[in-house]
């Protein structure tokens, strides 16, 4: 059979040959894409003893990587648009292989911030616009909408795995081969990038200049004001109190843009439909929540427990695993429930989840004790992930569907990486408030170590296992050495339990959302919508 042998599909479509690779070389990028971001999860402890590095600064790599994509994920559709959206998802391939590389071979954070955070960042905000813009123009009827969902079904299992393939690698091979195996597979793919019918752009091609910089400025200078704050820097609130000006003016800036019928970054009026703002907003409150649980809890993993990535994957799987299982249980069968119910369910389950772990941290010795509160939680995500796209764009014009979806992957986007550095942040400065506090109400420790203590949380506080530490204050009287422990392992499982607060806060605030949901009317999606979000 060639590349152009009919099969026959669902609806009477002709699904070739090629196209069925296509579909499977899709799905492998987006496997790529989902999975790396687990892979560095569950491989903290690793990196930062092969790199000789801190949480801290892992920690601050995984949320610059996810502002990168949010900052430019709307810029980059446009520039897809005008240099073409094959080329496009090329460049955002190569630029991801770039960063996995770099991982391979990184002797310092400094690689992993450059390589993998940023220009990595930037290739998978080429990546997602110009993938969707080439699902929808290489494939029609029944094998467009089989396309989306292979593809979303791939990003869906990506996550759900996860924790247990990069647990796996790091454990028993190395984090680097992890790394190693995503490059691979992206050179697999575009080795039959020939496959891919590049896909016309027929609008404007003017571009917002003002409106992309300030997109950046505003979502870069929230996240990165955090992400200094919690490693000590300097400027902290003026750079928030920048990209909150920007964010605003931005605001402004497109409403005048339209008024004036000029070419904007997004269109404003998309926020003018009640269920896109509020569907929009419970997206990003989503990805909060789970940022900032995808940061605390494998540090309480691998810090507090002292668990290996095999150990640590392990232990997340009940969260990753029902939440794959609630979004396909839902999204098959919600039959005539209201999408807001089972969105207000959703976040119900999910703030019920986290507020039921934080009790837990300092108690628990087994990471078999957090399966039922990581299930609930896992339960609330899924059911928040089967219903929000389609709540989020039901309002949304036919033609208008692709914006609206970029929007809302923005939004997701950033979500996600202000609940990892705001997580991260919170936490950092809770144990150094912690252990300051204690370490100088000990009456243990001498006067002149408590004030060298202080001195050194103040500029460089870090979440540190009990055994990294030992090694570290050798040569003290052993009650002294005692005493250090035992307060950093009081002040360590403080930190995480308020770096929990933060998933649980938006988790709480996405369940006041969803009760303005419910009282706005359901809307049937003008087209549809399956795999518009990539799972």
Known sequence: MTDHDPQPAAGGEPVTSGSRRLMVLLAMAMFVLVVDTSLMNVSISAVIRDLDTTASGVQSAIALEALVSAAFILINSKVGDLIGRKRAYVLGLLAYAIGALAMTLAQSLTAIVVFWALIGGIGASLLLPAMQSLIHGNFAGAAQRQAYA????????????????????????????????????????????????????????????????????????????????????????????????????????????????????????????????????????????????????????QMTLEYDAMQAGLSLAPLSLTMFAAALLAGRRAGNRRPAAIIRGGFLLASLGMASIIPLVPRVDSGWLLVLPLMVT??????????????????????????????????????????????????????????????????????????????????????????????????????????????????????????????????VLGLAASFRMMRLPDLKPAAPLEGMDFG
């Open 150 to 301: 292979m593809v979303g079904a791939s990003a869906a299992i990506a996550a759900a795995v996860g924790p247990l393939l990069g647990g796996f690698v790091t454990t028993y091979l190395s984090w680097r081969v992890g790394f190693g195996l995503e490059v691979l597979i992206i050179a697999v793919v575009l080795s039959q990038i020939r496959l891919v019918r590049d896909v016309a752009y027929t609008g404007s091609r003017k571009i917002d200049v003002v409106g992309s910089v300030l997109s950046v400025v505003g979502m870069g200078g929230v996240v990165l004001g955090i992400l200094v704050w919690q490693e000590g820097g300097e400027f902290v609130l003026l750079l928030m109190v920048v990209g909150a000006a920007a964010l605003a003016a931005q605001a402004w800036w497109l409403a005048r843009r339209q008024r004036a019928h000029k070419v904007t970054l997004l269109d404003p009026s998309l926020f003018r439909h009640p269920n896109f703002t509020t569907g929009v907003t419970g997206q990003m409150l989503q990805q909060i929540t789970l940022g900032g649980a995808m940061i605390a809890l494998p540090l309480f993993l």
């Open 378 to 507: 896992g339960a609330g995500l899924g059911l928040l992930v089967s219903q929000l796209n389609n709540y989020t764009l039901a309002p949304v014009e036919e033609e208008r569907i692709s914006e609206a979806a970029g929007v809302n992957s923005a939004a997701g986007s950033f979500g996600l990486s202000f609940g990892l550095a705001m997580a991260g942040g919170i936490m950092l400065a809770a144990l150094s408030f912690g252990f300051t506090r204690m370490t100088e109400n000990s009456t243990l420790i001498p006067p002149a170590q408590q004030q060298q203590i202080a001195a050194a949380l103040e500029t460089d506080a870090e979440v540190m296992s009990n055994t990294e530490l030992d090694k570290r204050i050798t040569g003290q009287p052993p009650e002294i050495e005692q005493e250090v422990l035992a307060i950093n392992d009081d002040a360590r499982n403080r930190s995480l339990q308020v770096a929990l607060l933060i998933p649980l806060l938006a988790g």
